[in-house]
């Protein structure tokens, strides 16, 4: 690599990794301001909820480190417009296309490491933010809900895998749970058992749930068939699929590995099924990471494009430039997601967008 090269990434390389930090915590308060707050307000342990905090980091570099890769890419070239290096290396015969080396060679490192993240560390990352999740829940009840209702007035408290509902009616003090409710439900149906118990506590140290003063009621076709009434029993919910925000539903389908990915699709596809979710989901695994290349190419085009008109790009400019891609890309994978247009365009739009912006910007500034 050319002396000229190593110094256009040794002005970037320091700004990617300051766009890159900050954008990382911007990601992790907008996914987390509404959950922070309230597990700490309700008294869930500092040192879990910065677990869940720090589990979120994978995912945030993922999907920032194309964006920041922009960011700093505008940012140094600006610089070095401003202070007329370039109009110095261009007048010492380096051409202009000279730029797109080092910085597309950055992008393409950028593009490799947020595939390996994604693919690699998110979906581990996922399934471990999960497990913290529940920890929370056994270590605090209380954290549960933040405030949701069943239509008879109780908090949902838990969902297990056999389809147990368990729901308080209050959480006292010390985790004391009272005016426990859980239904065995029977798929569109009357419940076929309820267990109602005045107090309960999830035991220290394990997922079993100790009840007190209860009463254990059979039905068939909607009449109790039989009445049992305890003193003290235990509920096992080590299958507890409870979440503090997905309500116990499955991973969404861009956190699971690819592999496993691509089986659903392909069994989905071979049964006519429609899964627009998992579809744009397939395609965002290559389009995200690829989304590096793509605004490296289009950062160069548009530093070129200014230092030929004579115009400089200064820190709003980039903040405006990297807000756009964002929503861009927001809304087409919304779109996508929703089934309003095909997985492929929803995944690589934004990409095409950047590509065919800077291509425009390149030929621009060849008549000039």
């Known amino acids: 690599m050319k002396r000229f090269e190593r110094y256009v990434l040794a002005e970037i390389l320091p700004l990617l990794v300051g766009a890159l930090a900050s954008v990382i915590v911007l ?3 907008a996914a987390l301001q509404e959950v922070i707050a309230p597990l700490l307000a309700k008294g869930a342990r500092p040192l879990l909820v910065a677990r869940v905090l720090a589990l979120n980091v994978p995912e945030a570099a993922a999907r920032a480190l194309p964006i920041a ?16 290096e370039l109009k110095a290396a261009l007048a010492s015969g380096i051409p202009a296309r000279r730029l797109y080396r080092p910085v597309l060679l950055l992008g393409l490192g950028v593009t490799v490491l947020a595939f390996l993240i994604g693919e690699g560390l998110l979906p581990r ?11 929370i829940v056994f270590d605090n009840p209380r954290v549960i809900g933040l405030g949701a209702q069943e239509p008879g007035g109780q908090s949902l408290v838990l969902r297990d895998a056999l389809g147990r509902a368990i729901s308080v009616g209050e959480v006292r003090a010390g985790g004391e749970l009272r005016d426990l409710r859980i239904v065995t439900m029977q798929g569109g149906s009357v419940p076929r058992e309820v267990i ?5 506590r999830l035991k220290s140290g394990s997922n079993v749930l100790e009840l007190q003063g209860g009463q254990r009621v059979t039905y068939q076709d909607g009449r109790p068939v039989t009445i049992l009434s305890f003193e003290r029993g235990t509920l096992p919910v080590q299958d507890v699929q409870a979440d503090l925000d997905t309500g116990g539903k499955a991973l969404k ?7 496993e990915l691509l089986a659903r699709t392909n069994s989905y596809r071979q049964q006519h099924i429609q899964a627009p979710a998992e579809f744009t989901a397939l395609h ?12 490296a190419f289009f950062a160069v085009s548009l530093a ?34 929703n089934g309003a247009i095909p997985g492929v365009l929803a ?10 912006a800077g291509a425009v910007l390149l030929k621009l500034a060849g008549r000039r």
């Open 27 to 29: 990601f992790v308060l």
């Open 69 to 84: 890769l922009m960011f700093a890419t505008l940012l140094g070239l600006s610089r070095l417009s401003s202070d007329s």
């Open 125 to 135: 990352t996922k399934i471990e933010e999960r497990k913290v999740k529940q920890e």
């Open 196 to 200: 109602t118990a005045r107090e309960g």
């Open 253 to 259: 389908a861009n956190y699971l590995p690819l592999r």
């Open 284 to 295: 965002q695994k290559f389009a995200e990471p690829l989304a590096a290349l793509a605004l």
């Open 304 to 337: 070129v494009f200014t230092f030929q008109s004579g115009r400089d790009l200064g820190l709003v400019w980039a903040l405006l430039l990297a807000f756009a891609y964002y929503a861009t890309w927001s809304v087409f994978r919304i779109m996508g997601e």
């Open 347 to 356: 995944a690589y739009a934004p990409d095409l967008i950047a590509v065919v």
